[in-house]
């Protein structure tokens, strides 16, 4: 009995063992089986101390309603499936006393952030639906009062009035590659990352709005294969560096009187409009406005009436100028401002007419995000890297900047959603060791109330059937003596006696960072994948890099692609000391600007790696954005040798190891051009390389089983030729 006792154990125990030892799979990683639970779409209210999020049952979506102090469910606010019209939630927002909310279904993606939907307007009173238009519009947004919604439509402006349900046409100019009226063009939509510019005030009677006119912007051409008998050609206007820009006009719209003035601003030459909106005075308009070279930012404030505009605010850097999203008017219209200008990211305090009152946050850290003010205590919330570069965490200060408070507890990465009453606040926090999780706080203390969603059930499984290996985080010092922030995997049965290979990840752009202490994206699963066959994977963030000072940051300005370069192959040649790492066995990959950067490293770096993968990478910034390129670069008239000197393209005969080169033919980003250019090269310089072309695909190459072949080839890859 005893023996058979025994037997049952090994057995049991043999069995436990295998099961940890699962590997994880790219069908598993693709098919969503570690996504971690969140909240959908969350939202706190601006009236009551509520927050609603975006729920799915089956094939309909509700927008619950949920209180801050108890977390119970108040209500649903609307159920898809009451409505056999609307066919799911796609989006939605709240008109300012939170009454109505519009709801988007159907929405069709143009590029990054921008879309067109059917929109409706839902009561919550009446419980009644309404479609805003028998077409797709773009950005409906409710004036202030809840009476009207602007919204554009093929590159114009409207407003629909909601009690004569009438739609009152404001531009009629706009014409598609020409002149767009309150939509932003392709550039500014990718690089200042807005896409709606049109505001109302706080009168609900006037409408500001940018109108872009691309008529001199040079065409860019996409075929797209897959669809039909012949290619279609897409045709956009997309500016490359040096290259002429959309002219930007600033204008107000009366609602009264259906007139629209322009706004003089004369005294700027080849110019953006980085932001505009209403402040909190009814008839004051602000607008930061950026010279060419981004090194020069002025914040005006428009008369609503006379159109007549000054400067409250200047600022000038030697390298540039970063525009500010944390711009916001208290009640007296001093407004609260985040600048880099001391050296780090600060909140600042300024008087109505632009006059410094207080900088409230100071050190040799940086703010990361700004959550609020509440008036009543005169407190500021606010996210920064005081943890430790890698961290996020959660503050608290007073506008004069004391009493500050450390908030959040665990380390890591933490954000918060405060309540409308700044009595609460919801933290997501994650860590590389720890699966998302939001729990309730207390605002004043940081007081851990109760736990919303945690991902208890993932990390379990996780911990139970794969035994993952998992992040160290280090930092490193270079041969030059550069201090660089790193994390590195190694399989889970490491031995240092052993002899491994490296596969080095990196981004590597300008104020980026890849060396963060939060949960596993998609990307950490297959390099855990990777250790789990034997791989060790690294990660440095080199110079230029962000959240470490704008010193770190900056030291790249006209030269992208040098110093980084330089960064990543000091640091594998590192790697390549260590006793168990394999110095002939050392890979890197990237992707957009890391593609850049693993090109420039297997060329430059022939003798360091041994293989290197290019996803749709830069492969000259003559070929990019003229907003993006010249913030960095200036103008390649300007800086010839800056663009030529460091381009992958420049040192293709270098190239000694294996390159696997990839792109989405329909990339309206980093267009396909680039890599056509770099094998062109690469042909003429009589080498051998692997590459791959994804019909139609844009810059994230996605869609279907596209990502489960495209990294099924880059793993086949690296163990072939790594």
């Not at 900047?401 to 309540?419: E, I, R």
Request: aromatic share 14%; with cysteine; hydrophobic share 35%.
């Amino acid at each position: 009995m005893k023996i058979v006792q025994k037997l049952l154990l090994l057995v049991l125990f043999a069995s436990f063992s295998a099961v940890g030892q699962q590997k994880i799979t790219l069908e598993e990683i693709w098919s969503g089986s570690f996504r971690a639970q969140g909240m959908t779409e969350l939202e706190a209210m601006k009236n009551t101390n509520q927050y609603t999020v975006l729920n799915s049952e089956g094939n309909s979506n509700q927008i619950d309603l949920y209180d801050f102090a108890t977390l119970n469910k108040v209500s649903t606010l609307i159920d898809s499936k009451s409505f056999p019209e609307l066919e799911g939630i796609d989006s939605y927002t709240f008109s300012k006393d939170e009454k109505k909310i519009l709801i988007a279904n159907h929405s069709a993606q143009i590029f990054r952030h921008s879309f067109v939907a059917d929109y409706f307007i839902y009561d919550i009173a009446a419980k009644s639906l309404l479609k805003i238009a028998d077409y797709k519009i773009q950005e409906p947004t409710f004036s202030p009062d809840g009476t009207k919604i602007g919204f554009a439509k093929d590159n114009n402006l409207f407003f629909y009035d909601l009690a004569s349900k009438k739609t009152t046409q404001i531009t009629s100019d706009g014409k598609k590659n020409a002149i767009i009226n309150g939509i932003t063009d392709w550039v500014y939509e990718e690089e200042f990352a807005f896409v709606r510019a049109f505001d109302w005030n706080g009168a609900n009677d006037k409408i500001a709005f940018i109108r872009f006119d691309e008529s001199e912007v040079p065409e860019f051409s996409m075929s797209m294969y897959v669809k039909g008998l012949y290619p279609t050609v897409d045709t956009f206007k997309y500016p490359k560096a040096g290259e002429k820009n959309a002219v930007a006009s600033l204008h107000i719209y009366d609602v009264k009187t259906g007139t629209t003035k322009k706004i003089n601003l004369g005294n700027y030459n080849d110019f953006y409009i980085a932001r505009m909106q209403w402040t909190n005075e009814a008839n004051t308009l602000c607008a930061q406005v950026l010279n060419r070279h981004q090194d020069n930012l002025d914040l005006l404030f428009v008369d609503g009436n006379s159109g007549a505009a000054k400067v409250v605010l200047n600022e000038k850097d030697k390298a540039y100028v970063d525009v500010t999203d944390n711009l916001t008017f208290l009640k007296d219209n001093s407004f609260i401002w985040t600048s880099e200008k001391d050296g780090f990211n600060h909140i600042y305090h300024y008087d109505k007419t632009g006059k410094l009152k207080n900088q409230i946050t100071k050190g040799n850290w940086e703010v990361t995000s700004y959550y609020g003010f509440d008036e009543k205590s005169g407190t500021i919330y606010y996210q920064s890297v005081e943890n430790g570069s890698i961290n996020r965490d959660v503050y608290s200060i007073k506008l004069n900047g004391s009493d500050k408070k450390h908030l959040s507890t665990m380390t890591g990465t933490n954000a918060a959603t405060f309540s409308p009453n700044f009595q609460y606040f919801i933290n997501s926090f994650s860590s590389s060791k720890n699966a998302p999780r939001y729990t309730l706080n207390e605002s004043n203390s940081g007081k851990l109330i109760k736990t919303i969603v945690s991902n208890d059930a993932l990390e379990t499984k996780l911990g139970k059937f794969y035994d993952l290996p998992t992040k160290e985080f280090f930092e490193l010092t270079t041969a030059k003596g550069n201090k660089l922030n790193a994390w590195m995997i190694k399989p889970k049965d490491f031995d240092a006696t052993k002899k491994y290979p490296v596969f080095m990840y990196q981004y590597s752009g300008p104020g980026s960072q890849q060396v963060n202490n939060d949960w596993n994206s998609s990307d950490d699963y297959w390099f855990m994948m990777l250790a789990q066959q034997g791989y060790i994977v690294a990660c440095v963030d080199g110079r230029g890099t962000g959240f470490k000072g704008a010193e770190f940051k900056k030291c790249t300005q006209k030269e992208m692609g040098k110093l980084e370069v330089e960064d990543q192959i000091d640091a594998a040649k590192l790697f390549g000391t260590y006793s168990y790492v394999d110095k002939t066995r050392i890979g890197i990959f990237g992707w957009s600007y890391g593609g850049f950067m693993s090109s420039n490293c297997i060329f430059q770096g022939a003798d360091v790696f041994k293989a290197a993968i290019a996803v749709a990478p830069v492969t000259s910034w003559r070929y990019y954005d003229s907003i993006y390129t010249e913030r960095y670069m200036q103008t390649p008239q300007e800086n010839a040798s800056g663009y030529d000197n460091n381009s992958p393209i420049t040192h293709v005969a270098k190239l000694k190891g294996n390159f696997l080169l990839i792109h989405g033919s329909g990339d309206d980003n980093v267009h396909v051009q680039n890599s056509m250019k770099m094998i062109e090269a690469l042909v003429q310089a009589n080498k051998q390389f692997d590459m791959a072309i994804y019909p139609d695909k844009n810059h994230g190459i996605y869609g279907g089983k596209t990502r489960l072949q495209l990294y099924t080839k880059m793993t086949n890859f690296i163990k072939e030729k790594l």
